[in-house]
């Protein structure tokens, strides 16, 4: 198993909960982004960027997954994507992306989406908060105790 980070966006508090857990574990981390972040220096840890544009990162995730894998990310077609390989996904809110919900989550991204671009609703996710981390952390060490 590798996890795969879609790293873009990733939020700084959520980084460190993270390669605390995988460098305890000593597994394989790609961040993936269209630009360079900080990571450590260590063998099992990498940085990947890619070209500027649209879904780049994700398109190289989605190449890079494979049925083992586990990937980090709060794009919900990508999930999609990732769940259909037979990989699992985790949001930075700590939602756990599977074949059990993530159709549904799907149809309410497009539903939303499709608000927002109407004008009906405005405003995005609230900022990260004390729970949203210990969310990731829960939802993290689940799919870690699962597949590890």
Do not use: W
């Not at 605390?20 to 990571?39: E, S």
């Not at 990162?57 to 994507?81: K, Q």
């Not at 939602?95 to 939303?112: G, P």
């Not at 405005?122 to 870690?144: H, Y």
């Amino acid at each position: 198993m590798k996890i795969l980070v879609d790293a873009d966006a990733f939020p700084n508090a959520l980084k460190e909960i993270l390669l605390r857990a995988v460098l305890k574990r000593q597994i394989t981390t790609i961040f993936i982004a269209n630009k360079r972040i900080g990571i450590p220096d260590v063998h099992h840890v990498s940085m990947e960027v890619v070209a500027q544009g649209p879904d780049e990162a994700d398109h190289r995730i989605a190449e890079l997954c494979e049925a083992e894998d586990f990937v980090i990310t709060a794009d919900i077609p990508l999930a999609d994507r990732i769940v259909t390989i037979g990989a699992v996904a985790l949001d930075p809110r700590g939602t756990i992306y599977d074949e059990n919900n993530i159709k549904h989550l799907l149809a309410m991204r497009n539903l939303m989406e499709e608000l927002r671009n109407n004008g009906e609703i405005t405003g995005g996710p609230s900022a990260i908060g004390e729970k949203t981390v210990r969310a990731f952390a829960d939802g993290l060490n689940k799919v870690l105790s699962k597949r590890l």
